[in-house]
C-alpha cells in the first residue's frame, strides 16, 4: 500500500516537497512513478526513479524542476517541485512496481500495480 503526501498551496515560483511511503515491499528492486491530473484533464507521467539504480526520468515540462529522493531507513521516496507554475496544479499520485521499468515503460500508467490515494497540488499565480 502506498502513501502519498505533501501537497499544498503554494505560489507561483514556490517549492514542495512530495512524499510516496510503501507499508510494505514485495521487492528490494522496484520503480515509483509520479503522475498528476489537472482539472479536466487526464492523468499524466510526471516522473520515476528505479530504486536503489536511482535511476531518474522526467517528464519534458518538469526535467530541470523537479528531483527525487530517498530516505533508505523509512523507504521514502520524495519528488522535489521547485519552480512551481500554475500549470502544475493537479492531483498527485504516486505508483509503483516491483520490478525495474524502462524509461518508456515508466511513462505507462497500466505497468504500475499499486496506486497512492493522490496528494493536491495548488499553485496559485
Known amino acids: 500500500q502506498l502513501q502519498a503526501s505533501g501537497g499544498g498551496l503554494v505560489q507561483a515560483g514556490g517549492s514542495l516537497r512530495l512524499s510516496c511511503a510503501a507499508s510494505?515491499?514485495?521487492?528490494?528492486?522496484?520503480?515509483v512513478g509520479w503522475f498528476r491530473q489537472a482539472p479536466g484533464k487526464e492523468r499524466e507521467f510526471v516522473a520515476a526513479i528505479r530504486v536503489p539504480a536511482y535511476t531518474t526520468y522526467y517528464a519534458d515540462f518538469v526535467r530541470g524542476r523537479f528531483t527525487f529522493s530517498r530516505d533508505s531507513a523509512t523507504d521514502t521516496v520524495y519528488l522535489q517541485m521547485n519552480s512551481l507554475k500554475p500549470e502544475d496544479t493537479g492531483v498527485y499520485y504516486c505508483?509503483?512496481?516491483?520490478?525495474?521499468?524502462?524509461?518508456?515503460?515508466?511513462?505507462?500508467?497500466?505497468?504500475?500495480?499499486?496506486w497512492g490515494q493522490g496528494t493536491l497540488v495548488t499553485v496559485s499565480s
Open positions: 505508483a509503483a512496481r516491483a520490478t525495474y521499468l524502462t524509461s518508456g515503460a515508466s511513462s505507462d500508467q497500466s505497468r504500475y500495480d499499486y
Open positions: 510494505r515491499r514485495t521487492s528490494s528492486s522496484y520503480t
